[in-house]
């Protein structure tokens, strides 16, 4: 079993939709959940963190956790083709200067 | 202003080289990172350096080598280079856990 794992999509959803990007994790102590984004040939980019069970807004974005079920999601509302990239899931125990478990990334496509 | 900085952004060797590749946050953070991602686009950690000391040291082979002359700045020395060390590698820094990504070193192994 991985310890991060991610659909690896492609995942198509017309402009103006909702993407909803699932992500599952392995660690049950794992204490922080980040979603960075990834266009090609670039680097990823911090989009949300979240450690706390519920949901975080951030503008058209939403994390969600669920650390009893290990899972946690990110929303994308009002979906743009510039949204279109990979989205990582990564995962680390502490809070604290701990190493990122990384996913295999889940691809997204928004088509106009 | 760039945050996190690499060079070079492209390195093309033959095997059995030794090159370096350089890294420097402006963010003030006392964590950096390297990390690689292969052709399948998995990124890894490789190693950790809190405030100069190494903290995270991934199961990778001794040749290669990190360096922290200052919590700003972490180097990244590959001696013998093979086939597979062909990939993007990736310096981040963070203050928590909140890490933040370089452009990446795409290093092509001939």
């Known amino acids: 079993q991985k310890e991060v794992e991610q659909n690896s999509g492609p995942l198509s959803v017309p402009e103006g939709a909702i993407a909803s990007l699932n992500c599952t994790y392995s660690?049950?102590?794992?204490?922080?959940f980040f979603w960075y984004r990834q266009y090609s040939g670039k680097s990823p980019e911090l989009i949300m963190s979240?450690?706390?069970?519920g949901d975080k807004e951030d503008g058209r974005f939403t994390a969600q956790l669920n650390k009893a079920s290990q899972y946690v999601s990110l929303l994308i509302r009002d979906s743009q083709p510039s949204d279109s990239a990979t989205y990582l899931c990564?995962?680390?125990?502490?809070?604290?200067?701990?190493?990122?478990?990384f996913g295999t990334g889940t691809r997204l496509q928004v088509f106009p | 202003d760039t945050a996190v900085s690499q060079t070079p952004k492209y390195l093309v060797t033959q095997m059995g080289n030794d090159k370096s590749i350089k890294c420097e946050q402006n963010?003030?953070?006392?964590?950096m990172y390297w990390y690689k991602q292969d052709s399948k686009k998995f990124l890894k950690i490789m190693f950790s350096?809190?405030?100069?000391?190494?903290?995270i040291n991934e199961t990778v082979p001794n040749r290669f080598s990190p360096k922290s002359p200052d919590k700003a700045h972490l180097n990244l020395h590959i001696n013998s280079l093979e086939l597979g060390d062909s990939a993007v590698y990736f310096c981040?820094?963070?203050?928590?856990?909140?890490?933040?990504f370089g452009p990446g070193t795409r290093l092509t192994v001939l």
């Open positions: 660690d049950r102590v794992s204490q922080s």
């Open positions: 990564a995962v680390a125990r502490s809070y604290n200067t701990d190493k990122l478990i």
């Open positions: 979240i450690y706390s069970n």
């Open positions: 350096y809190n405030n100069k000391e190494l903290i």
């Open positions: 981040a820094s963070s203050q928590r856990n909140e890490q933040f």
């Open positions: 963010l003030g953070h006392d964590t």
